[in-house]
């Protein structure tokens, strides 16, 4: 099995940014402002409903500090040595890479900035991904090192946001917002996760975390929005026992909330390729000038 390493230079041997993953068709990273928003497991039923769907489709765990992609795909077995390269591991048809195939669960990673710049490097630069129709990067939450490494490493279609209902979730989708713009990354769309809650029992539906915060957010930016997921305790057991929920229980109505938001945003992909060239749809100075204002204004 091949082995990360995290001490050495970072070593870009002058090659173009392509050259890393040549066989890859879309980049996409999902992001959020902050932690506890569900933004893994988001990462994780988007890939595998592209999967499903007939797509080649990667899942790249950017997130070195809180490596989970691993056991909510349930994907036991670590990667393979190949040729002096790094075949990647499958779970659900989606290929597979993560810092915890690496580090023993119970170590703690405590690494600067260079040694995560060189760890994801590898992750582009030594593993097999082959031909895929998407490959998804599950960066860490907020705004740092990763964010940064990824941007300057490959060229992103694009990063979709995902937020929680609350109207505090503006500011979190604000700081994405300005990270993005600053390294010229286009924004795919808006998720709204923990959206609601229907009672097993009763079916009466509650706004737990308020209504609408991730849909106004998108319509105040003027980027799409491409769903809004219930919370429910069956997308959590799925998660923590490595079968997302796409799987679990396909005919469920919180699978087909995933399937169609993975549906909406290969139809965005689609768009912004055949229209615009990879282009946001919306131009810097609009969204700066939407950033400052508050949500409530006109």
Same mark, same amino acid.
Request: charged share 15%.
């Given at each position: 099995?091949?082995?990360? =390493? ?10 173009? /940014? ?13 992001? #959020?402002?902050?932690?506890?928003? &569900?933004? /893994? ?11 499903? #769907? ?14 989970? @992609? ?18 990647? *591991? ?27 710049? /060189? ?40 990063? @979709? /946001? ?26 795919? &769309?808006?998720?709204? =996760?923990?959206?609601?809650? @229907? ?5 009466? $539906? ?7 915060? &991730? ?12 769903? $809004? ?21 396909? #005919?469920?109505?919180?699978? *087909?909330?995933? $399937?169609?938001? *993975?549906? *909406?945003?290969?139809? $965005?992909?689609?768009?912004? =390729? ?7 749809? @919306? ?14 204004? &006109?």
């Amino acid at each position: 099995m091949g082995e990360v =390493n995290v001490g050495g230079e970072t070593a870009g041997g002058g090659k173009g /940014t392509e050259a890393l993953i040549p066989g890859v068709k879309h980049v996409i990273a999902i992001s #959020s402002g902050k932690g506890g928003v &569900g933004k /893994t497991t988001v990462a994780v039923n988007l890939a595998v409903a592209l999967a499903q #769907s007939g797509a080649g489709v990667g899942l790249m765990d950017a997130d070195v500090y809180g490596p989970n @992609v691993p056991i909510m795909m349930g994907v036991h077995k670590p990667p393979e040595q190949q040729d002096g390269k790094i075949k990647p *591991a499958e779970g659900h048809g989606v290929k597979v890479i993560s810092i915890g195939f690496f580090v023993p669960e119970e170590t703690a990673v405590v690494w600067r900035g260079p040694m995560i710049h /060189t760890a994801i490097q590898q992750f582009f630069r030594d593993v097999l991904w082959g031909e895929l129709d998407y490959l998804f990067i599950d960066l860490p939450p907020g705004t740092g090192d990763a964010q940064l490494t990824i941007s300057q490493l490959v060229p992103l279609c694009g990063a @979709v /946001t995902v937020t929680t209902p609350q109207e505090v979730a503006l500011h979190d989708v604000r700081k994405g917002l300005m990270m993005f713009q600053k390294v010229n990354v286009p924004l795919l &769309g808006i998720i709204e =996760n923990m959206s609601y809650y @229907v009672c097993g029992h009763c079916g009466e $539906r509650s706004e737990i975390f308020s209504y609408g915060g &991730g849909e106004r957010a998108a319509e105040k930016f003027g980027i799409p929005f491409l769903g $809004r997921i219930p919370i429910d305790p069956a997308i959590r057991q799925g998660g923590d026992t490595g079968m997302p929920i796409v799987v679990a229980d396909p #005919s469920s109505p919180q699978a *087909a909330a995933f $399937r169609g938001i *993975a549906a *909406a945003l290969g139809a $965005r992909v689609h768009t912004m =390729n055949e229209g615009g060239g990879g282009k946001p749809s @919306v131009s810097v100075e609009s969204l700066l000038k939407k950033i400052k204002r508050p949500l409530g204004g &006109g």
